[in-house]
């Protein structure tokens, strides 16, 4: 079975640390996190099978929220799976983030990362 990566980006390391744990050390999943979206742009042709972008990304360094790297993740490649988790219910952004293509939207309550975890298991499956 090919081993699967997935690219964390977010720019909060206690929110990075937390993914990393839940699913490169309990799932078994190769991780690459990156704090803005420039630096996953750099890394997309390692090839991931999903990305995973927080909505807000506030970095100093970075001048992208999710959906622009969302965008520039798809141009490079449609067939990357996207998943944008935000704590930001607008359905305006929801419905720009269905328009790029993104596969799931999940909101940060108290129940994502159970989402998470079944949404990712969901995608990386059908890749197979």
Do not use: W
Request: aromatic share 10%; hydrophobic share 35%; charged share 25%.
């Amino acid at each position: 079975m090919k081993e699967k990566r997935i690219f964390f980006v977010d720019d909060e390391p206690m929110f990075i640390n937390l993914l990393e744990y839940t699913f490169k050390c309990k799932n078994g999943y190769i991780t690459q996190s990156f704090s803005t979206g420039e630096e996953c742009l750099k890394h997309i042709s390692e090839n991931p099978q999903l990305v995973v972008i927080d909505y807000f990304l506030h970095g100093r360094n970075s001048q992208m929220t999710g959906l622009d790297l969302a965008k520039s993740v798809k141009d490079i490649d449609p067939n990357i799976p996207i998943i944008i988790l935000s704590g930001n219910d607008s359905q305006d952004i929801m419905d720009e983030a269905n328009r790029l293509g993104v596969r799931e939207y999940i909101l940060k309550d108290g129940y994502f990362i159970d989402n998470l975890i079944e949404s990712i298991s969901k995608i990386l499956a059908e890749g197979e």
